[in-house]
Structure formats: structure tokens, C-alpha cells
């Protein structure tokens, strides 16, 4: 994790883990290896599920790799939404403060320090082609937790084909607006 200056604005500085994983299988982990299933998320949800003691990110199938960021804020952080395919929130509770990115593997990737307790996570992810080497297609995950009550989840942006396959109603709820 990155140190702060005392006189850093937390809110354009978060606390950021940043780890590049290999797609074999078009998933990753944030797992805090306990036995709890998470409150906050039922345990199927499409493109996020809660299992025991982690979460399971689904990527687009097509990456050859993904490019995590998690980023940990004291409050709701900016808004990026518009520059991903897909996003959805919903609450997390972190019952250890001690996660870590895993990938497909289970393989460490990068630890995540936060405050035991309730969070939104919100993620977000889009496909990207990567500049240099050739038509090699990446996933780009973000992932924003911060201090909150609990919710219910929440589509924010599915335009991507992951978010249409993962949340059909999107797209339906789209066309059926549109008539």
C-alpha cells in the first residue's frame, strides 16, 4: 500500500493495491479466508457471488489477463462509473479487516488492509485492448470499498457483454423502457 503525507486529501489519495493476474479462468477472489459468508450479498449475484469466506470477480471471458485495482476510501469515493462497461455495488461486511486479491489460482496477488465492518464495495470492470502487444485483449477490474451501512446490490452502468450476460434484466429493463 501507498503511505500517505499528513497533508494528502485522502478522498484523491486511497489507499490502493494495483496487481496484474493471469485469465486462465475469467475470475478472480477478494478473500479474507474465513468461514462467514458475507451479510450483505446474496450467494449468487452474476458478475460478483459470495462464498464462504470470499468473493468471486468474474472478468470478461475473452482476457488473457485482468489489471486489479482496489482502492480503499473513508468516504464514498468520486464517481467513475461512466468510464467502465459494467458496475454494481453492494454492501460488504469485512469481518477480519485483512482481505487480499487472489487470483482464478487462489495464488496471492496483492493484500487489502481496511477496517473491520460494514462497506460498499462497488466493481467495475471493461475490456481493453493492450497497446504493444498485438490484439491481446485485458480486463480492467476497479474495485472502491468504503465505510457504509449495508444495502441491497445495485446495477449502476451494464453495458458491457459481461454485465448483459451476468444481468439480463439490465438489458431487458433497456429495450423494455425504450418501447
Not at 487480499?100 to 485492448?129: C, I, K
Request: net charge negative.
Amino acid at each position: 500500500m501507498e503511505t500517505m503525507a499528513a497533508g494528502d486529501v485522502t478522498t484523491a489519495h486511497p489507499e490502493r493495491v494495483d496487481c496484474v493476474l493471469d485469465a486462465q479462468y475469467p475470475y478472480f477472489y477478494l478473500s479474507e479466508n474465513t468461514s462467514l459468508i458475507n451479510p450483505g450479498l446474496s450467494t449468487w449475484t452474476g458478475m460478483v457471488t459470495a462464498a464462504r469466506g470470499k468473493l468471486q470477480m468474474q472478468v470478461p471471458w475473452t482476457a488473457e489477463r485482468v489489471h486489479v485495482v482496489t482502492e480503499i476510501h473513508p468516504g464514498e469515493p468520486d464517481d467513475v462509473i461512466e468510464a467502465y462497461d459494467d458496475v454494481i455495488e453492494f454492501g460488504y461486511s469485512s469481518a477480519t479487516g485483512l482481505a487480499a486479491v487472489l487470483d482464478w489460482s487462489q495464488t496471492l496477488a496483492g493484500p487489502v488492509d481496511l477496517l473491520p465492518g460494514d462497506h460498499r464495495l462497488r466493481y467495475h470492470v471493461r475490456e481493453a485492448v493492450e497497446p504493444g502487444a498485438g490484439s491481446a485483449v485485458v480486463a480492467e477490474a476497479l474495485i472502491q470499498l468504503w465505510p457504509a451501512k449495508l444495502g441491497e446490490k445495485e446495477e449502476l452502468r451494464i453495458t458491457g457483454a459481461l454485465g448483459n450476460f451476468w444481468h439480463p434484466g439490465a438489458r431487458l429493463r433497456s429495450v423494455w423502457n425504450g418501447l
